[in-house]
């Protein structure tokens, strides 16, 4: 495990922090939030190894070298609590009860920092109980301890939580900067396309150039997306592929190729579209398409993104949308 840099979007409110730090202002219980992608969980890992590392370097950073950085770059710092949906149970949710045995760590003496760093990601995971339970250890954080919560819906957190944070939004780089930055961390001449794609989201966009399956699987999407609305692809048959892809991903590209067949269907050059480089094969389809069914199928998406964490049946939802969109495309 790495130790973690803010991104340099995110260097005027590191700088914050730091101050803020070396003032002992620091708050103790801080909400970072921000799209997917923009690098909130990576400032909130290198925020918490800041404060737990012994002799922190330039700009407040770990410094890598002391027994504490060691420690956190093996995974295996003990004043670092982290506190993450449940990977055996089938809600994806943070449990009580993982709330309970950490409210019993928080309770002890650090074992080797000034402090503990607790950090919960993502917090909008907690269930109801949970975040019940651990909203008492908020209202009362003793001063060696740092809450440090990541989100990226924090409007699903409840009000009481949101409440006893200071929540610190970071928005998505201008594209001039992100570009930069991903050409420095890998050479790709397609980087402006992929982080369209990842809707400015960098680290995002980054990550999917990491799946060396990521092109095919979008390409194979596309064709399919375009051959249903011509009847000419089996919906179950494409459910079943879009299922093995993973239904996040699929949402995200139908989202996009949905909305870009909207704006193609009122303007023939939009300025902005999720998919520029299809936009010749989706122009076609866009001039026949039904707006109303079109518009009634995006939220049909969006609702269904929303509710991604519901532990969705994947297979019946990715059949019903399959279905639904082959029924618009041959009405078109």
Same mark, same amino acid.
């Given at each position: 495990m ?13 700088s ?11 708050p ?7 799209p997917h ?13 800041s ?9 407040g950073?770990?410094c ?16 670092l ?18 709330v309970?045995?950490l ?26 109980a949970?975040a019940?339970?651990l909203?008492k250890?908020?209202e ?8 440090i919560l990541?989100?990226?819906?924090? %409007? =699903? ?6 409440? @006893?944070c &200071?929540?610190? /939004?970071?928005p #998505?780089? +201008? ?18 396309l992929?982080?369209r ?7 995002r966009?980054?990550?999917?150039a ?24 089996d919906?179950?048959?494409v ?5 093995t ?6 949402l ?8 870009d ?13 999720a ?6 094969d ?6 026949k398409? %039904? =707006? ?6 995006? @939220?049909? &998406?969006?609702? /269904?993104?929303? #509710?991604? +964490?519901?532990n969705l ?18 009405s078109?």
């Amino acid at each position: 495990m790495r130790l973690q840099q803010p991104p340099p979007w995110t260097c005027e409110l590191w700088s914050r922090l730091q101050a803020a730090r070396s003032q002992g202002r620091l708050p103790p219980v801080l909400l970072f939030t921000g799209p997917h992608g923009v690098g909130k969980r990576r400032l909130a890992w290198a925020l918490a190894e800041s404060v737990l590392c012994r002799q922190p370097a330039n700009q407040g950073l770990a410094c890598g070298h002391c027994p504490d950085c060691h420690l956190l770059a093996a995974g295996h710092h003990p004043d670092l609590i982290q506190l993450e949906p449940d990977a055996e149970g089938r809600s994806g949710e943070i449990t009580i009860d993982a709330v309970r045995l950490l409210i019993g760590r928080e309770s002890l003496t650090p074992t080797r920092a000034a402090g503990q760093v607790i950090l919960i990601d993502p917090a909008d995971r907690l269930n109801q109980a949970a975040a019940n339970a651990l909203l008492k250890t908020l209202e009362e954080p003793t001063g060696m301890t740092h809450f440090i919560l990541v989100s990226e819906h924090p %409007d =699903r957190l409840p009000v009481t939580i949101r409440s @006893r944070c &200071l929540r610190l /939004t970071i928005p #998505l780089p +201008d594209e001039r900067s992100a570009l930069e930055w991903l050409g420095a961390q890998k050479p790709l001449s397609d980087w402006p396309l992929r982080l369209r794609l990842a809707q400015g989201g960098p680290l995002r966009a980054l990550a999917e150039a990491e799946d060396a399956d990521w092109p095919t699987q979008r390409d194979r999407c596309i064709v399919d997306f375009l051959s249903l609305a011509q009847g000419a692809a089996d919906p179950l048959a494409v459910a079943s592929y879009w299922q093995t892809v993973g239904v996040g991903r699929i949402l995200e590209w139908l989202i996009g190729l949905t909305a870009d067949l909207l704006r193609l269907g009122v303007c023939s050059a939009p300025p902005l579209l999720a998919h520029p480089d299809r936009s010749r094969d989706l122009v076609v389809l866009a001039a026949k398409l %039904d =707006r109303a069914a079109g518009h009634r199928f995006l @939220r049909r &998406l969006l609702e /269904t993104r929303a #509710l991604l +964490d519901a532990n969705l049946n994947q297979q019946l939802v990715l059949e019903s949308l399959v279905i639904e969109w082959s029924q618009i495309g041959r009405s078109a």
